[in-house]
């Protein structure tokens, strides 16, 4: 099935045949030029010209006679005939026109088709392309999709040479409904294109499959912060916590003169140390508590292994070392920002 985009946004149709390299082409109309406040429509169209593979444009006039002179004036603005489609609303003045300008060899799209007797008249005719307008046609309550496959089946049983063309897209939906019909091409707005590679459960995959390739590359050294929270055995628990406040860690690494790992005080050990001391507590040195062997993990590892020591230990902060030398922290925190914590 042909993918079109249906737009006169200058700016989303760059952006879409900038971004994806397989659109069949542009549809565009008069209702969408003058909705963006175009008035050189022929400047217009010959730009558009030069961005997309093929563009389908309107060809007006009350009669077949002066829709075949407009198609031959945009004709001779210089577009390529093999890469221009003009559109013609269905009557029996435009299927006519349709004749004419098909025997010549241009392209030609039979649109705001409704019935299956007009579809029929312009594949007659050689239309290259039928348009039936399913969104407009479904908001007068008519069985679109009906129509649709009946058009795609005419095609098929009679072995016409035209394209039918399912337009007036207003969700993802109707791009399924033209996949299952089996038409031949599809003209979709830009808001509803870029919605048909959604899907919630796709979204979840994806971001799993990148937390997971995260953990296994990179290191606890790439994540930590620079601040480095250290106090000393002769520092006071008061000292710790400034410490603590102004790295905005949850807990502090006691080293000792040269810098080797002695211990760990977290904000849980404050709160224990107070509910047992009260307020006398922030006066007491380090070296006059007691504290647990810290766990700690090498700046080389993975953060899978981070990961890993945070669920079978059930702590909050990790020491991280370099060389044997405590050289940051890491907290569950710095994960959960990653959005590496689940």
Known sequence: MELYLDSADLNEIEEAF?????????????????????????????KLSEIVPVLQIEALGETAEEIYKEAQRLDQLGLDRKKTVYKIPVSLEGVRACKMLTDENFLVNVHLVYTLQQAYMA??????????LVGRLQDQGHDALSLVEQCVDAVEVYG???????SSVRHAEHVRNALNIGVHT????????????????????????????????????????????????????????????ESGFGAATIVDENGNL?????????????????????????????????????????????????????????????????????????????????
């Open 186 to 245: 599809c003209t979709v707005p830009w808001k509803v294109m870029k919605s048909l590679t959604e899907n919630n459960f796709t979204s979840l995959g994806t971001q799993q499959f990148f937390e997971h390739t995260r953990l296994m590359t990179m290191k606890v050294k790439d994540v930590i912060s620079s601040d480095n929270p250290l106090i000393y055995p002769e520092n006071t628990v008061l000292d710790a916590i400034l410490k603590m406040t």
């Open 262 to 342: 002695k211990g760990i005080f977290t904000d849980g050990d404050l709160r224990r140390k107070v509910k047992e001391n009260g307020k006398a507590i922030l006066e007491k040195k380090m070296q006059d508590l007691s504290f647990n062997i810290p766990v700690s993990i090498d700046s080389e590892a993975l953060l899978n292994e981070a990961v890993k020591i945070f669920k079978q230990k059930s702590i909050d902060n990790i020491i991280v070392t370099n060389n044997g030398k405590p050289s940051g922290m890491i907290d569950i925190q710095d994960l959960v920002k990653l959005n590496l914590w689940g």
């Open 160 to 166: 016409y040479d035209t394209k039918i063309m399912f």
């Open 18 to 46: 900038g971004k994806l390299g397989f659109l069949a082409g542009l549809t565009t109309t008069p209702t969408f030029m003058h909705r963006h406040g175009i008035t050189d429509i022929d400047g217009m169209i010959m």
């Open 123 to 132: 594949m007659a005719a050689g239309a290259t392309y039928v348009c039936p």
